[in-house]
């Protein structure tokens, strides 16, 4: 397959300083796929090698939300006012960038459930779009399956990543440690320190206590204020998660947003409060959630002897 992409047009919407950081992180501009500038998170890009994606953490790179905000100006040609219904949605294509889709997050403020004013901005994930030419036998393929003829296997190999993740439910009482244990989960997948590849995570901190300190070399984007529902709407739409992190689900109407938007597919870590996987079930929402097959495993928590650590039971998995 051939790929082109045109990307100058975006450049020009970087300071000098983040223009020269992405520079000289890839070798080529033609082979970037996305940019994730993130204020107090470690930022990203991703682009095309040897037939996959690789996602680079740029970890020194170190924006602030004022950085963000003037390429938020320059991407929106000086008017970001006429992308406020865009950024209450949280997501936009410029005008001047036909194609681009620009993803944006931070603490959202909300009136009776409605968005009202993007209020802190952490997060712009920036989409260059690619325009790709399938070989010929490919496209012979796609023709003769929408013509409604039976044809044979169309081979894709899959890209080399890894081990995926499953959708989580911890639990246990109050008080035993459950959004420590999310802090560190964090910290495991997205750090740009870490062994391996960093997972970009949305992290849905309705409370501000996932992220609120002491995460800048993760790869997260952080959604604070918004109903579950949208927070993961937009995070799957505009910001393409590797998983969706929440802490403390346990009402119906977030039941209903979570059914709502794991038709997406993106893998779902979540806590809730309950002493047994029995009392868990009992709850109507729980009861949904698990009916329709949400969660793949369910672990319960609590605290070693000397209360220095955890321990887990593995319950219930499919």
């Not at 682009?47 to 905000?69: F, H, I, Q």
């Not at 991407?75 to 209450?88: M, N, P, Q, R, T």
């Not at 459930?113 to 796609?142: A, M, N």
């Amino acid at each position: 397959m051939k790929v082109m992409v045109k990307t100058m047009d975006v450049m020009r919407c970087f300071p000098q300083r983040l223009r020269t950081v992405l520079t000289d992180a890839v070798q080529s501009w033609n082979a970037v796929t996305e940019v994730r500038l993130r204020a107090g998170s470690c930022s990203a890009i991703a682009y095309r090698m040897d037939g996959r994606t690789v996602n680079k953490p740029l970890p020194a790179l170190g924006l602030d939300e004022d950085e963000l905000r003037e390429v938020l100006s320059r991407l929106c040609a000086g008017s970001v006012h006429v992308y406020d219904e865009g950024l209450l949605r949280g997501y936009f294509s410029p005008q001047l960038l036909p194609g681009v889709r620009v993803g944006a997050a931070g603490r959202l403020l909300c009136s009776g459930g409605k968005p009202e004013r993007l209020q802190r901005l952490t997060s712009l994930c920036i989409r260059l779009p690619h325009t790709v030419t399938p070989d010929r036998s490919v496209t012979e393929q796609l023709v003769a399956l929408v013509q409604g003829a039976v044809v044979d296997a169309i081979a894709i190999q899959p890209e080399p990543n890894a081990a995926p993740l499953v959708s989580t439910l911890f639990y246990s009482p109050p008080g035993v440690g459950k959004t420590t244990l999310l802090r560190c989960l964090i910290r495991a997948l997205c750090s740009a320190e870490a062994a391996g590849t960093p997972v970009n995570a949305a992290v849905l901190d309705t409370g501000e206590e996932l992220c609120a300190e002491g995460f800048s070399d993760c790869t997260v984007d952080r959604f604070s204020g918004y109903p579950r529902g949208l927070g993961m709407e937009i995070a799957t739409r505009a910001f393409a998660p590797q998983v969706l992190i929440c802490d403390e689900i346990g009402s119906d109407a977030e039941a209903e947003e979570i059914l709502r938007a794991q038709a997406c597919g993106v893998p779902l870590i979540a806590t809730a409060h309950a002493d047994t996987l029995q009392t868990l079930l009992r709850r109507p929402c729980f009861a949904r959630l698990h009916d329709h097959g949400v969660f793949s495993r369910y672990v319960r928590l609590h605290r070693t002897a000397n209360g220095q650590g955890f321990a887990f039971v593995c319950e219930g998995s499919t």
